[in-house]
C-alpha cells in the first residue's frame, strides 16, 4: 500500500528546458513534503521542502507546488542541465512522526545536451 | 569531512552469519535513522534514534539490532543474515526529527 507515489519512472527532457517530477499522496495526515535527488552510488541528497501550509516552495532553479485538495506536489526545475539526472525521490511526513519518512519510488531524469 | 559516513561501503556474506554496518555523523545532528532499500528501489525506514533513545521501530524482524553508542553513531548489527536481507541500507541524521536529513551513501549488503 503506497502511501507516496511517482508514477513516472523516468523523464527525459533536453537542456535548457523544465522538466516537471509528479508526486501523488493518499494519506491527508501528511503535512511535510520533501524532494532529495540520488546519483548512482550515492545517498539521497536533500533538495527542497515545503510544508502544508504553503502551495509553493522555490529556491534557485527549483520550484516545489503543493496542491493539497489533489493530493499532489510537483516539482519544476528551470532550466535543466545536465548535471541535473539523477533519480529524485519524493518523500512526506506526518507531524508527530518523529521524522518517519515515507517516499516515493523515484523518478529517473535525464537531461540530454 | 563527510557528514554522514557508513562502513563498509559494500558486504558480500554467507546466510545464517552475523555482521554489522557502522554509522557516523559528524553534524551534531540529535537523531539518526537506518533504511532500507530493497530491490523494487522503495526506500522504507527502519529505525530512528533520537539522543541514543529508540523513537522508532518500524516493524524490523528483530535479528536487526540497532547499537547507538553516543549520539554521533548508529551501527546496525544484523544475526543469522537470510537471502532477504539483500538490499542497500542507507543512515541518516536530522537535526530534529521534523527537519531534512542528511544521507549516507549506502551500504551494498548481499547475501548468498
Known amino acids: 500500500d503506497q502511501q507516496v507515489k511517482q508514477n513516472s519512472p523516468s523523464l527525459s527532457v533536453q537542456e535548457g528546458r523544465i522538466s516537471i517530477l509528479n508526486c501523488d499522496y493518499t494519506?491527508?495526515?501528511?503535512?511535510?513534503f520533501l524532494w532529495y535527488k540520488k546519483y548512482p552510488a550515492e545517498g539521497p541528497t536533500f533538495l527542497i521542502s515545503?510544508?502544508?501550509?504553503?502551495d509553493k516552495n522555490e529556491d534557485g532553479r527549483f520550484t516545489v507546488f503543493l496542491n493539497k485538495s489533489a493530493k499532489h506536489l510537483s516539482l519544476h526545475i528551470v532550466p535543466s542541465q545536465p548535471g541535473d539526472s539523477a533519480v529524485y525521490f519524493c518523500?512526506?511526513?506526518?507531524?508527530?512522526?518523529?521524522?518517519?519518512?515515507?517516499f516515493g519510488k523515484g523518478t529517473k531524469l535525464s537531461v540530454k545536451p | 569531512d563527510t557528514a554522514v559516513s557508513q562502513t563498509p561501503k559494500y558486504l558480500v556474506t554467507q546466510m545464517g552469519n552475523d555482521k554489522s554496518i557502522k554509522c557516523e555523523q559528524n553534524?551534531?545532528?540529535?537523531?539518526m535513522y537506518w533504511y532500507k532499500q530493497d530491490s523494487k528501489k522503495f526506500l522504507k525506514i527502519m529505525f530512528s534514534?533520537?539522543?541514543?533513545?529508540?523513537?522508532i521501530n518500524e516493524t524490523v524482524p528483530n535479528r536487526f539490532s540497532p547499537k547507538s553508542p553516543d549520539k554521533a553513531h548508529l551501527n546496525l548489527h544484523i544475526n543469522s543474515l537470510e537471502l532477504g536481507d539483500s538490499a542497500v541500507y542507507f543512515c541518516?541524521?536530522?537535526?530534529?526529527?521534523?527537519?531534512?536529513?542528511?544521507f549516507g551513501d549506502g551500504t551494498r549488503l548481499s547475501i548468498l
Open positions: 541518516a541524521s536530522s537535526q530534529m526529527a521534523d527537519q531534512p536529513q542528511h
Open positions: 494519506n491527508s495526515m501528511f503535512d511535510y
Open positions: 515545503i510544508s502544508s501550509i504553503k
Open positions: 518523500a512526506a511526513s506526518e507531524g508527530g512522526s518523529q521524522g518517519n519518512l515515507i
Open positions: 553534524l551534531g545532528h540529535d537523531t
Open positions: 534514534y533520537n539522543n541514543k533513545e529508540l523513537i
